[in-house]
């Protein structure tokens, strides 16, 4: 049990508002309880939480379009200062100004579209913010109902679109920022698509074959696929991977919350068959991440 203290209200204020926090004290005064229960606090609101020993780790992970609050826990060492922890932090902070940075300047190109007079594509970005970048091409070149015509309409004043512009000339402003200021998200329909004839998905297959590059690119895109379960027995992703014994694919999809107790048909749960091929690194895994040693099959065993 956690007693919400003034100092763990004052870390939850300070990371939503400026994004770091930086949590000293004297050992044993309770930081890693008060940064664990601001991390459960944050993944309340919507936040994924990743625990990192390695800033590397940062770059691998840091995804613009996701909410993601990074913990990290004694990162220059427990007692005193560990030498090489220090370096290794040290060694990465350029790269990871650069992910700001990136950002700012990403900023300032935006800004400038509207200071420059290019009103119709600064337009354009405005809608798809509006529509929560589900902007769908039908909305700029179909009949629409009187709700979306009224946020498009809204839209073109704010951004001081000449009255009377075809919302034609808006999907051609989106084409020309394509691949520069956004993407269309062919990506995420084919991330998740499924096999009717075979009853299966890219994910299902990416994980069963060990494709740990295919199956980081399916979480990106449709992460909603990672409990897909779609052949004849049911078989999850992580099922598949610890059939295999992809530990890495495992990993992988325990950290993006794949059901980690996800049964196929017949009862045989992702830890069963880790234990019944025989592997033990899999078997350890799912077992340190709360797995049920007890589900039984079917058949009771």
Known sequence: MFIETIGAKCVL????ENGC???TGSSGTGKSSLVRHVALRMQEIGYDILPLTNPEE??????????????????????????????SWKKSDGKNQNIS????????EIDKLQTEGAHGKYCALALCVMFDNRLKEE?????VD?????????????CKVMKGTSRLVLRDELDSLTHTFMKKDGEKELAGLCDIHNKTTPIIQCSFKGDIDLVTWCLYHCISSVNDCRNRYESSPLYFACQEGHTDVVQMLITNKADINKSIKTGESPVYIA?????????QMLINNNADINKCNDEEV
């Open 13 to 16: 204020k300070f990371i939503q």
């Open 21 to 23: 926090v930086v949590v």
């Open 58 to 87: 940062i770059i691998d992970w840091y995804n613009p379009r996701m909410k993601i609050l990074f913990v990290v826990d004694d990162f220059c060492g427990i007692y005193t200062i560990n030498p090489m922890k220090f370096e």
């Open 101 to 108: 940075r990136n950002e700012t300047i990403y900023k300032e």
């Open 139 to 143: 909305l700029l070149t179909k009949d």
């Open 146 to 158: 009187k709700d979306v015509k009224k946020v498009i309409k809204n839209t073109y004043e704010a």
């Open 275 to 283: 234990c019944y091929l025989g592997h033990t690194e899999v078997c």
